[in-house]
């Protein structure tokens, strides 16, 4: 533990550079293989940071599966008129 920071030092690394820095190039598999092993390790010895990690994927995961809602057929066919209309006077 750092006592100026209160963050846990495991294996060279801070947590703090463990989150900011590597994180979302680890899950991105954007690191140097020298870079994967270092977060890798600190994860290892750090439940903080695989806790953090592991709410992170989750949080990806649920965000990607999340879609638009389709807009209504009415809606569709309202905005549609209204383009058709705006070509034909010229105001677009």
Do not use: W
Not at 2 to 30: H, M
């Amino acid at each position: 533990m750092n006592a100026q920071t209160g963050e846990s030092v495991v294996r060279g690394l801070i947590c703090k550079e463990v989150i900011v820095d590597y994180l979302t190039d680890y899950l991105d598999r954007n690191l140097s293989p020298r870079h994967v092993a270092d977060f890798e390790r600190h994860l290892e010895a750090c439940a903080p940071c695989r806790a953090y990690l592991n709410t992170y994927r989750q949080t990806r995961r649920l965000v990607a599966e999340v879609t638009r809602p389709a807009m209504p057929d009415e809606m569709r066919a309202i905005i549609h008129r209204y383009l058709l209309t705006q070509l034909a006077d010229g105001r677009m």
